[in-house]
T-cell receptor, first 108, second 114 residues
Framework: KNEVEQSPQNLTAQEGEFITINCSYS?????LHWLQQHPGGGIVSLFM???GKKKHGRLIATINIQEKHSSLHITASHPRDSAVYIC??????????FGTGTSLTVIP | ETGVTQTPRHLVMGMTNKKSLKCEQH?????MYWYKQSAKKPLELMFV???????ENNSVPSRFSPECPNSSHLFLHLHTLQPEDSALYLC?????????????FGPGTRLTVT
């Protein structure tokens, strides 16, 4: 069993749709990271959060520490949002656990 | 542009070759990381350096040898690799070597072992 489970694995949406990607984890954490990876490999950190909710533009990330669950929401999705979204959970040491990623395709 | 550069971007090497991957960060960070990303698998943390000291080595085979001469530079020396080592190798840096700090990733080196 993976320490980090993401769902769905693949997601196709029409432009403008509201998108939710989920992440569940089983380890104790100091913070949870949401990463975005575009074709070609480059990874960008979107959010790092340890409680509550964060918003950046059309992206919103929430976390429920008690339930060990986080969600990434994209409002008014756009084709340029097409990427792989990865949930990363560091434990209280130096170890990081990564989800397998959610591949999002937004169709015009 | 994340402030983390990696060279080369692509590398093809035979199993008997010796090569090195280079990573440089211009962010004033004190921690640097090597990750491996194989097709259809999650990112795998390989090594962590915090203030030039190696603080994590996730059972990586000795054919991968990291070097961190200072907080801005990180190398991954490769020798006698296997075809299953073909993957995207990503470097990252953060202010400190703990998970509560945001990581900045380089563009990666796409390695093919023939």
């Amino acid at each position: 069993k993976n320490e980090v489970e993401q769902s769905p694995q693949n997601l196709t949406a029409q432009e403008g749709e509201f998108i939710t990607i989920n992440c569940s984890y089983s380890v104790g954490i100091s913070a949870l990271h949401w990463l975005q990876q575009h074709p070609g490999g480059g990874i960008v950190s979107l959010f790092m959060l340890s409680s509550g909710k964060k918003k950046h533009g059309r992206l919103i990330a929430t976390i429920n520490i008690q339930e060990k669950h986080s969600s990434l929401h994209i409002t008014a999705s756009h084709p340029r949002d097409s990427a792989v979204y990865i949930c990363a959970v560091p434990n209280t040491g130096n170890q990081f656990y990564f989800g397998t990623g959610t591949s999002l395709t937004v169709i015009p | 542009e994340t402030g983390v550069t990696q060279t080369p971007r692509h590398l093809v090497m035979g199993m008997t070759n010796k090569k090195s991957l280079k990573c440089e960060q211009h962010l004033g960070h004190n921690a640097m990381y090597w990750y491996k990303q194989s097709a259809k698998k999650p990112l795998e943390l390989m090594f962590v350096y915090n203030f030039k000291e190696q603080t994590e080595n996730n059972s990586v085979p000795s054919r991968f040898s990291p070097e961190c001469p200072n907080s801005s530079h990180l190398f991954l020396h490769l020798h006698t690799l296997q075809p299953e080592d073909s993957a995207l190798y990503l470097c990252a840096s953060s202010q400190r070597g703990r998970g509560a700090y945001e990581q900045y990733f380089g563009p990666g080196t796409r390695l093919t072992v023939t």
